[in-house]
């Protein structure tokens, strides 16, 4: 039977336990350091945490440890903003969560106000709708 230990498991994530990392050993050291890597936007609010703080509640990751230090980032986009999957047009509001010591992008989430979502996937012709009407 293979020896499980859940210590030295826990050491190998990803983004392990650097809560006793000094702050000047990490890469993002304050705010302005987040707002240089981020460039041109419209911050509203950046704060330093651990990940267990920073990380929706229902949002578990294996491969980062709650006691990583990261800075948690929300911005307005007012006039919109584009990503993968289409466009907001007004009113997007972004959370974004970076790894203090790396600078990785831990997490990324576009909040769209409702009407003002627009998809870069083309609309279904009216006989793809007769389609997915008729498999139902």
Not at 57 to 83: C, L, M, S
Request: with cysteine; net charge positive.
């Amino acid at each position: 039977m293979p020896y499980f230990n859940q210590t030295t498991d826990k050491l190998n994530s990803k983004y392990s336990d650097n809560s006793n990392k000094l702050d000047s050993e990490l890469k993002l050291k304050t705010q302005d350091d987040v707002t240089k890597l981020l460039g041109n936007r419209k911050i509203k609010e950046i704060k330093f945490l651990k990940w267990k703080d920073a990380k929706p509640p229902k949002e578990d990751n294996p491969n980062i440890d709650g006691n990583r230090k990261v800075w948690k980032v929300t911005a307005d986009y007012v006039g919109g903003i584009d990503f993968d999957s289409g466009r907001c047009k007004s009113n997007a509001k972004l959370t974004q969560v970076l790894d203090a010591e790396t600078g990785d992008n831990l997490m990324l989430e576009v909040r769209c106000p409702k009407g003002s979502f627009e998809s870069s996937h083309p609309k279904p012709t009216a006989e793809e709708l007769r389609i997915l009407e008729n498999s139902r």
